[in-house]
């Protein structure tokens, strides 16, 4: 009617094709070993353009039946990902078996398309076969620290010789600085290799723990040469190079003698902590042979186990059966070949007596006809005689159990045994100790103006510290119960000395008093920290317990420590409104400042005495200790500026650092030990005679027979000398 006409309009449909979905594994993607624990854990990815259901895990052990496990069969997104743990502990896996395992999962379509990741393998290893990987890397650090103890040792006498040039020359040259940065450089690069080393060690650890391959006290020793290989380039070694550093930035001759001589003494102590940590690895070499030995024992025992389990199951082939027994035959002839060479290794004359055990074990395997009673059961298999199978499977199992028995025998025999000469190497050095503290004391006795009537006694102090620490030290595992501490009393104690020696030699009279007063500390200090070593070891050792309070008072001091930092900042605002001026209530104020991170430096040094934990931190928390006490006398002088805050700060940091690496200390669940809490005690003055009793008792051979009570109290003493010591 209006006169209007329609118009078409074109529409476009487009078809969009359904995709199939898809589905891999993004963890671990790739064949790998399972561990002993059985479990291997997966991370799956899928996707699809419309929708997702029916994820599945389908695998196989060797060429047997397909096992299906739903993983999740609602899915409400068109992306999916999930982490899955496969336990294979049921599965009754035989070394050697191979496990291949794929995940499956569909579209929502009517068509239901199915996608199938790639098919990866899991291989269940043998005990030996994991031994072989964990010696190789082993093998492979060894060598690693050996080169560096070689570079390490030509670069000492290089310097060394360069050392005494620069001590015939009024002023260094040009070409001297040059090679001087260059030895420092080299430095540095070794012990970045070494830092390298200790970190990868973590990781061998770490590997061997999942794998559950070395026994817990195996496993302690192998976590603490890894503690020490951190402490081969600790904070000492680093300030030392960072001061030769700026030394040779701004040559002045006196510096640079002074820093020579300490740099030499750093180089000389790296060389010998990698020499230390070297002779330790090689020490528990025989313990991890003997372990090793046991597993494969035990793992053979436990297949001969299943393989009786399953004779009687009409539904295992009897060829199978029989390939089995033949395996654990050839388990037997391994074990032999490792025997053998743990009998190559047990050459010292303090292994008599493990050489005695392992020649029994020898021989009585040789008699017993082990390896004829496993082949007349793969003979009977062979035939399906399984019965007679059965019985011969009977008899090889309870030979294999005695001879479990005595491989762990003679594995307690060890540790028992080097323990034993551990702990006595640690008496005699803490009794010869006391005794040159009791002569130093007689000595700083004497001294009045003149040092030289006391330098040849001083020489004879320190020389023979040294002979007794070298005494020591032969005992190669003391390094195992000794806390960090002791090196870092050590080395301050050797370092009083040396630098008694300077002021004799530059007649610097008047430093005298104080410089033998830090060599008594000293002293005492190590012979606190081998106490305390004895102590820990008769109680089993630290724990978890002395961790956890660690972890709590370290939390606690770093937010007090972060909120006197933000009244720093605070306090510098207001002084900066006030022109630059403080009044009254601002130097009350700073004044209490000074006085809480006092008393937070000496909350930490009293944790440092007597929490072992808080020792294999040493060196972070003396350092920390020694920023908050120089913090504290610059806000007794009421000197507040920008850098105190950086260092208040830094502190921070610090304790998160230390926080952080007791947490990746503590990374085994094994270790769920408990310490004793600590106590104090307050003896009394009535009922001892504390100086008689250090005096008379603690000399005597015979001290260590006194009563626990009696050895408390000579700590608590010793303790509360080094205490007024340092306040003078």
Not at 526 to 538: F, G, R, T
Request: hydrophobic residues 30%.
């Amino acid at each position: 009617a209006l006169g209007r006409k329609s118009r078409p309009e074109e529409k476009t449909i487009r078809i969009i094709d359904d995709n199939p979905p898809q589905i891999k594994f993004s963890f671990p993607g790739e064949d790998v070993y399972l561990n002993q624990n059985l479990l291997l854990p997966l991370i799956i990815n899928a996707d699809d353009d419309f929708g997702l259901r029916n994820c599945s895990l389908k695998y196989q052990i060797q060429n047997g039946a397909i096992n299906t496990l739903s993983v999740q069969s609602i899915i409400p997104n068109k992306m999916y990902a999930t982490e899955y743990l496969l336990d294979l502990k049921t599965a009754d896996l035989f070394p050697g078996d191979v496990v291949t395992y794929w995940a499956e999962i569909y579209d929502n379509s009517p068509e239901q398309q199915k996608a199938e990741s790639t098919k990866f393998k899991a291989r269940f290893p043998s005990i030996e076969e994991i031994y072989k990987v964990i010696e190789n890397e082993e093998k492979k650090k060894r060598s690693e620290l050996e080169s560096a103890l070689e570079k390490s040792k030509d670069l000492q006498k290089e310097f060394e010789d360069k050392r005494r040039e620069l001590l015939k020359e009024d002023t260094p040259k040009w070409e001297d600085k040059k090679q001087l940065e260059k030895m420092l450089a080299e430095q540095e690069k070794l012990s970045e290799q070494v830092n390298d080393v200790a970190e990868n060690y973590q990781n061998l650890i770490e590997k061997m723990q999942a794998n559950e391959t070395l026994s817990p006290e195996t496993m302690q020793k192998m976590m603490k040469i890894q503690e020490l290989m951190q402490e081969i380039s600790n904070e000492q070694m680093q300030e030392a190079m960072k001061k030769f550093e700026d030394t040779l930035k701004n040559i002045k001759p006196e510096d640079l003698k002074k820093a020579m001589e300490n740099f030499k003494f750093s180089m000389e102590d790296f060389a010998k902590k990698i020499e230390q940590t070297l002779e330790l690895l090689e020490s528990i070499k025989k313990e991890q042979a003997v372990q090793k030995a046991l597993q494969m024992s035990e793992e053979m025992e436990k297949m001969q186990k299943s393989l009786n389990d399953k004779t009687m199951d009409k539904a295992q082939d009897n060829k199978e059966l029989a390939a089995n027994q033949k395996q654990i035959e050839e388990s037997l002839e391994k074990l032999q070949e490792e025997l053998d060479k743990i009998d190559d290794m047990l050459t010292s004359p303090k292994d008599q007596e493990a050489s005695k055990q392992l020649s029994e074990l020898q021989q009585d395997m040789k008699q017993s006809d082990l390896k004829k009673d496993m082949q007349n059961s793969q003979k009977a298999l062979e035939q399906n005689q399984r019965s007679q199978s059965q019985s011969s499977q009977a008899e090889a199992m309870e030979k294999m159990r005695r001879f479990s028995l005595k491989l762990s025998k003679m594995k307690n025999s060890m540790s028992s045994g080097n323990q034993q000469k551990t702990i006595q190497a640690i008496q005699t050095a803490l009794r010869e100790l006391l005794i040159f503290s009791k002569k130093h004391e007689s000595t700083a006795a004497r001294f009045k103006n003149d040092p030289y009537q006391i330098v040849q006694d001083l020489i004879a102090h320190s020389e023979g510290i040294q002979i007794v620490l070298n005494k020591l030290f032969s005992e190669t595992q003391v390094l195992m119960i000794i806390p960090p501490k002791f090196f870092i009393d050590l080395t301050d104690t050797n370092q009083s000395y040396r630098d008694m020696f300077g002021y004799i030699s530059e007649m610097q009279t008047y430093q005298i008093p104080q410089g033998l007063t830090n060599i008594q500390k000293g002293i005492n200090l190590m012979v606190y920290d081998l106490m305390q070593a004895l102590q820990n070891s008769s109680s089993g050792g630290g724990g978890g317990g002395g961790m956890q309070s660690l972890m709590q008072m370290l939390e606690q001091m770093g937010q007090e420590q972060m909120a006197m930092s933000m009244l720093t900042e605070q306090l510098m605002m207001q002084m900066q409104n006030n022109g630059g001026r403080m009044d009254a209530s601002m130097q009350q104020q700073i004044q209490k400042l000074a006085s809480d991170q006092e008393r937070l430096a000496e909350n930490l040094k009293r944790t440092l005495q007597n929490n072992p934990e808080a020792q294999k931190q040493g060196n972070a928390i003396k350092q920390i200790t020694e920023e908050m006490e120089s913090i504290s006398r610059q806000l007794r002088n009421n000197q507040l500026s920008p850098d105190l805050l950086e260092r208040q700060e830094r502190i921070i940091s610090k304790m998160l650092d230390a926080q952080r690496s007791i947490n990746k200390r503590e990374f085994s669940e094994k270790r769920k030990g408990e310490t004793a809490t600590d106590k104090n005690y307050s003896p009394s003055a009535n009922t001892i005679d504390l100086n008689s009793l250090r005096r008379n008792s603690m000399l005597e051979d015979s001290y260590k027979s006194y009563p626990r009570e009696y050895q408390q109290v000579i700590m608590e003493y010793l303790k509360t000398l080094n205490e007024s010591l340092e306040k003078k």
